[in-house]
């Protein structure tokens, strides 16, 4: 039995009752022999499918605008306001293309800058704006502007000592106060300062200097050497840049393969390539996925190791298993607990949520004027299970019913970092029993993993790379291996303040032994088929055999041994791309599918096409990735760094 999708031209009038008689009848060999072609569905394209009665379409749109307006007072707030006229080193990105089209590269005087700022505040205060597009939109812009010069109305308040220049703002906070008298200068200038500061959150200008040269704070960690260490931590870790992009890119290829060779019309193509020694490369691109699981242990363990301050060092050796200080309460720790973990969801979620419902209006257009049917039900599963999405839940669920399948990815990640928190916490005070708990929960990891591959009689196949997707490919139980290791490197590497003594020989057999484990995961099983128990061996240690590879790659390379590969991993370059390397990943199976749904005809698959595809994916993808994070990732960070630093102020 094979499936076959055909595309007839009929009349606009005919019903897909009529084209399934059309089939049958051009299906039948002779006069009233019966058809040996039964047809299980048809459908019109296009169908009847329309955006703007689309409720999540709308949200999205309603969304989008309200980001769109917030960056654009942020971003002119930001070429308004300057920083110290002369110094030249601290004006932001903003600032410096302004100078660009000046002669001598002089700042704009401060009356120049006053009237930017008075002309852009009341025209938000007037609420002067237009926009064609529908009425429900135009009143939530209006009411959003109405918001905005509210709050800069109380904010901005005029002479203190001319009682009659108040603005209505300022007459109605005196209501509430007997003497009638104005709030202190300073308090006033806080909220501006506030309201300035959450406001250039937005700044494009801002963001988009944070993804290309970094954070002001991270510039500042990365400028900070520890005691005795000739490393900076920018030169430490930099090759993590690197091992995040060339990572992401060879997810991006192997989803290209996987998925167009979905919409070709030679899906045999796919068996002859299977057989070229070249292709494992491709085949075995879901080990990449480990390499972010080890990153994300390492910079988890090493970054709260570090944030501690220097008199707890003690606390996370072996040596010293009870915490000297009493200050280290439970009340701290699970406090701590809960502010990273919220941290994290929050950081996380917005874009996520956002790219989930892009995802579903994007299916529901393929599944209408598509003439493939959509390779996954996306657009049905999201509208139901959303929720278990930005509860990281979703992997604990049957695959049919999973929105956004490669988001899997997220779910395990975020339920590792709970357990690392976790672990890392209990490390503070009791290293010994941390310490074994981690280790108990590695070899359960392997042993659930055999056990299940030989119940279910699992053998590694390049034709079937998912295979036992959810017995066994996206179940946190079977893919914690590498993040626990990452830990485990994390906490070495502060210890021993990324100074670890290797001679030549060392390190030499050092990349032999991670060079062997790479080459062996990706190009032994080539042409080749193990048997039941060399396959569950497969199971339980290719994963963390991968971990242990990237170990020693980052292990060298952030004790100043790596030579030419952490030259070449440390890229400055790259860093950008590493740093949207989030966004990236979650927008660019939408980018394959948009390029494969949208043509009219099926693809004839051939070794060019897929590299030109996979090129244009790799762009795309990544231009997109670009506009999400200078849009929604990057603000969401800022601001979250603004309300955590209050909290401490408050504390």
Not at 170 to 198: G, H, M, W
Not at 307 to 315: A, G, L, M
Not at 505 to 515: D, P
């Amino acid at each position: 039995t094979r499936v076959v999708f055909w595309g007839i031209c009929l009349p606009e009038g005919c019903s897909p009752g009529d084209s399934r008689e059309v089939v049958q009848i051009a299906s039948a060999k002779e006069k009233n022999e019966p058809s040996h072609i039964e047809v299980i569905n048809s459908r019109v394209v296009p169908g009847g499918y329309a955006l703007w009665n689309d409720s999540t379409f709308i949200l999205l749109i309603v969304f989008s605008f309200f980001i769109l307006l917030l960056i654009c007072i942020g971003t002119l707030v930001d070429f308004s306001e300057y920083k110290n006229p002369g110094n030249t080193a601290a004006l932001t990105m903003g600032d410096r293309y302004c100078n660009r089209f000046t002669r001598n590269s002089q700042i704009p005087s401060v009356s120049r800058r006053s009237a930017l700022r008075s002309t852009f505040f009341p025209r938000i205060k007037k609420g002067v704006v237009t926009f064609t597009i529908p009425h429900n939109v135009f009143s939530f812009f209006i009411l959003l502007l109405i918001c905005i010069g509210t709050l800069v109305d109380f904010s901005e308040y005029k002479n203190p000592g001319n009682t009659a220049a108040l603005t209505m703002g300022d007459r109605y906070c005196n209501r509430f106060t007997r003497n009638s008298q104005i709030p202190s200068v300073s308090r006033r200038s806080a909220l501006r300062s506030t309201l300035k500061e959450v406001m250039l959150c937005f700044s494009l200008a801002r963001n988009a200097t944070k993804i290309m040269n970094g954070s002001e704070e991270e510039s500042r960690e990365q400028d900070a050497s520890t005691q005795g260490s000739g490393l900076k931590d920018r030169e430490r870790f930099s090759c993590l840049h690197g091992i995040r992009f060339f990572s992401l890119a060879w997810i991006i290829g192997g989803h290209t393969c996987y998925i167009s060779i979905l919409f070709a019309d030679n899906k045999h193509f796919r068996g002859v390539t299977e057989r070229d020694f070249l292709y494992q490369t491709i085949a075995n691109s879901p080990y990449a996925v480990d390499s972010f699981f080890f990153i994300s242990g390492l910079l988890l363990a090493y970054n709260y190791f570090k944030s501690t301050s220097p008199r707890d060092v003690p606390t996370i050796t072996p040596s010293t298993p009870t915490p000297p200080h009493p200050s280290k309460s439970v009340g701290k720790c699970v406090i701590r607990f809960c502010g990273l973990l919220i941290y994290r969801i929050l950081r996380l979620t917005p874009p996520y949520l956002f790219i989930i419902g892009v995802l579903e209006v994007a299916n529901k257009q393929y599944r209408s004027d598509s003439v493939f049917d959509p390779s996954n039900d996306d657009d049905i599963t999201c509208a139901r299970y959303w929720w278990r999405n930005i509860l990281y839940i979703n992997t604990l669920f049957p695959a049919k019913e999973m929105c956004m399948l490669w988001s899997w990815y997220l779910s395990d990640d975020t339920q590792f970092y709970i357990i690392g928190l976790t672990l890392l916490t209990i490390a503070s005070s009791h290293f010994n029993f941390a310490a074994f708990f981690t280790v108990t929960l590695l070899l359960s990891s392997w042993i659930s993993t055999g056990f299940m591959a030989l119940e279910y009689g699992y053998t590694p196949r390049i034709s079937e790379p998912l295979a036992l997707f959810d017995e066994l490919y996206d179940k946190p139980w079977t893919r914690v291996g590498p993040f626990i290791i990452g830990l485990a490197a994390g906490w070495m590497l502060y210890v021993k303040n990324c100074k670890i003594n290797m001679n030549k020989g060392t390190t030499l057999i050092g990349w032999m032994i991670s060079m062997t484990i790479f080459f062996i995961l990706i190009y032994e099983l080539h042409g080749r088929t193990i048997g039941p128990i060399a396959s569950a061996f497969y199971a339980v240690f290719s994963h963390s055999a991968w971990g242990f590879g990237i170990l020693w790659l980052v292990v060298v390379c952030a004790t100043g041994k790596g030579g030419w590969i952490n030259n070449f991993l440390s890229w400055k370059p790259l860093a950008p791309f590493s740093r949207i390397s989030y966004c990236a990943y979650l927008v660019h199976p939408i980018v394959i599918r948009a390029s494969v749904s949208q043509i009219d005809s099926p693809l004839h698959a051939s070794r060019d096409s897929f590299i030109f595809l996979y090129c244009g994916h790799l762009i795309i993808s990544y231009l997109l990735a670009f506009a999400v994070s200078v849009t929604l990732e990057a603000p969401i960070i800022s601001l979250l760094k603004i309300f955590f630093r209050r909290i401490d102020n408050l504390r």
